[in-house]
């Protein structure tokens, strides 16, 4: 049966590879980040179809005309009664008589438009990774030449690795514009998580940049004093008010009670959302720093492959390190992530005996000029 859609490019979307091109922070903030919003638009378009999204109730107006109203017009809660005591006072947090109180009454217009914009992250959040892989252009997977896994016919290991080392001396210290696209992708993901805390802030009313704080401090507070901002953000009951021509031909107030399911899951999706967008950018803040280290300490680059590639001899790697520039480094890096570790080891030790064997009086950016001793 054919689909109106590709099922099997969608479902690749949730597939979990080994191969690697970039760092696991970057993996995590793009596409395993957009990942679980997609999960989270899923589970909200579930509820949007497949149940009532809201439920309104008035003693003179009854059945869909009234939800369909309540919702397209939007419900509110008055601000003040989110203080006064439920059962006592009012029958719910932030509703009570709103006549008069027109200034203090905050309408809730997001829930209308939480699947869009879920969607719209999912993409944001995907685009620094489509963007990288549009510029890496499969090099790395080009370079592996199936040599991730050892196990091969002796004859066919040794062309690869020869076909590895020949690109490798070919275009040596030609990598660095590439490698600065890659880190270049890594800001624009720090960028967009920062960016995407400011777009809820507004989505929300200046209510999300402070909401996770406010969680933890409802829960350390007083039972009896505490005021829970989750109902004042995601409220479960709300008020919508109607006008209708009465018997008389007057026209006449009517208000009405909402009840809001679809907030129960809004909630929990937020709250998530709100500490797990923290732990993205505190994570690839963290990343942006140690690539400005790497960019501008080559004992670093060292220091790291010599510690990641235990398995190479120290004087190849810093041969190499200090002959190389960045952009090399970073393509090695990932070699490493993805190629058979004693492979790996193998291609880097002749890589460093060539190099060795033209006591590398060459200049900088040197192509085809190196024959083999």
């Not at 932030?94 to 027109?102: P, Q, T, V």
């Not at 709300?238 to 129960?264: M, Q, W």
Request: proline content about 3%; overall charge positive.
């Amino acid at each position: 049966m054919n689909l109106p859609f590709n099922v099997r490019g969608f479902g690749s979307l949730f597939k979990i590879s080994k191969f690697r091109t970039g760092s696991k922070c970057f993996s995590l903030s793009t596409s395993g980040t957009s990942t679980l919003i997609l999960i989270c638009f899923l589970l909200i378009l579930t509820k949007y179809l497949w149940s009532d999204v809201i439920k309104c109730m008035n003693s003179q107006t009854k059945g869909d005309f009234l939800d369909t109203y309540c919702w397209t017009r939007s419900t509110y809660s008055v601000i003040g009664a989110f203080q006064k005591k439920v059962g006592k006072e009012v029958i719910y947090p932030g509703i009570e008589n709103s006549l008069g109180n027109e200034k203090n009454m905050h309408y809730h217009i997001y829930y209308q438009w939480t699947p869009i914009i879920l969607l719209i992250q999912a993409i944001l959040f995907y685009t620094p990774r489509w963007l990288w892989k549009s510029w890496e252009g499969g090099k790395i997977r080009a370079l592996m030449l199936d040599l991730d896994i050892g196990i091969c016919a002796e004859n066919e290991k040794r062309m690869k690795k020869q076909l590895m080392i020949d690109y490798l001396l070919e275009n040596f210290t030609y990598h660095n514009w590439w490698a600065y696209k890659y880190y270049f992708c890594e800001v624009l993901a720090l960028i967009n998580v920062i960016g995407q805390m400011f777009l809820m802030n507004r989505f929300f009313d200046g209510a999300f940049l402070s909401f996770g704080i406010r969680v933890l401090e409802f829960m350390d507070s007083d039972q009896e004093d505490r005021i829970d901002p989750i109902i004042q953000v995601f409220p479960k009951m709300t008020k919508c008010t109607f006008y209708k021509y009465g018997v008389s031909g007057e026209v006449e107030r009517h208000d009405a009670i909402c009840i809001l399911p679809l907030n129960v899951v809004n909630e929990k999706i937020y709250v998530f959302l709100w500490f797990w967008f923290i732990l993205l950018a505190m994570l690839t803040l963290l990343t942006i720093v140690y690539r400005i280290i790497i960019i501008l300490s080559p004992r670093m680059r060292m220091y790291l492959l010599r510690m990641r590639y235990r398995l190479m001899k120290k004087e190849d790697i810093d041969l190499i390190v200090r002959q190389s520039k960045m952009g090399d480094w970073f393509l090695f890096y990932m070699l490493g992530e993805n190629v058979d570790s004693v492979i790996f080891r193998d291609v880097i030790h002749e890589l460093a005996r060539k190099l060795r064997g033209h006591h590398l009086d060459f200049p900088r950016g040197f192509k085809n000029d190196m024959q083999e001793p």
